[in-house]
């Protein structure tokens, strides 16, 4: 039986980060593996797929929409070759999955291949091919989630869908019904719209990124309107049906009023649940709380005290980004460090086109806390840079403490603002004020002058385009 520092439950994003950062700190690390290909959800089934989608979708429709405009004359009719970008797509996944093999062994991580459940707390089985057995002083649980369902929902991954299938259809659907007007429901959503099919949002909430600021919620509103995708915001699902090649949804309103929706697919996207199926969990002392989440401190330290858990099978929000933080951060405390994460300036992005981005406290935040504060709004419409790439629509939203000046939130619709907002990041880690951010020199023409025209703004009301 081998030993080892520390091993590590899962290889997504949160996992490999935390195996690698253990590896450099000169521990002897395995990192363990349930799929026959390491990166978890986020690089075989969602991030790394839908981005893929997104911008072989966004070129296409700009051939559609744009390339007359910019001058380019494309002889004959622009046509989809949907089997092409679902191979493309795949070759992207491919690519990076075996990227993460080569960073493993680089750094000399073990790779195990199985489902890994505990024995006791310091002895992991791992049932693949073949079983092995492996000791760990210390382990991180890094397990990740999966898409969660309604009860009555029957999922049978043929018509009625989640992301994972959504990303590799054979046909583009006719009528897409989205179940959920969150991140990864809009993301496709829009990936299928551009391809020519109808797409219908059912949103339980009364807006669509319900935990975003309200201001960028309804700007992005208008903005999928515009592109042609409809919404029944304020509506319970109270039924879905599949007859055939064909999906009927039921809605009611906030009124009582029915809506019934009948598509050829429809994904459910009502968000993701921690996943901890087959690991054994209790065996080593690691206790769950009521929603299936491992139960941590604020160190990530599990009940049993050799044993972490990082990323989506902990509380928080479910994003690749903060599970690559934790990790880091628990093979620095194993390794005798003392890092520390502040969850408030963790970014949350939506990679529709325009991107959202944000990052700090919303508005309604701040007025539920009391919080006196002043607003920077500067219009993407307002840019020359944005003109020059007919990206017009969106903004950025800076919110700035009312008497200290610094910056408490930054929320941003518009081209590339899924960058962008990695400046913001940066100025609220130093504690910068609206002002900092004024008399930064930013670049010409660029959409990064919205942010600086956005601080001017919440400053004293003098932005120098608007």
Known sequence: MKSYDVAVIGSGPGGYVAAIRCAQLGLKTAIIEKYNT??????????????????????????????????????GEIKVNFKQMIARKQGVVDQTTKGIEFLMDKNKIDVYHGLGSFIDATHIKVAGETESKIEAKHTIIATGSKPASLPFIKLDKERVITSTEALSLTEIPKHLVVIGGGVIGLELGQVYRRLGAEVSVVEYLDRIIPGMDGALSRELTKVLKKQGMKFYLSHKVTAVDRKGKQVTVKATGKKGEEVVLKGDYCLVSVGRKPYTEGLNAQAAGVKLNERGQVEVDAHLKTSAPNIYAIGDVVKGAMLAHKAEEEGVLVAEIIAGQKPHIDYNLIPGVVYTWPEVAAVGKTEEQLKEAGIGYKTGVFHMRALGRSRASMDTDGFVKILADAKTDEVLGVHMIGARVADLISEAVTAMEFRASAEDIARMSHAHPTYAEAVKEAALAATDNRPLHL
């Open 38 to 75: 390491l990166g978890g959800t986020c690089l075989n089934v969602g991030c790394i797929p839908s981005k893929a989608l997104l911008d072989s979708t966004h070129h296409y429709h700009d051939a559609l929409a744009h390339f007359a405009e910019h001058g380019i004359e494309i002889p």
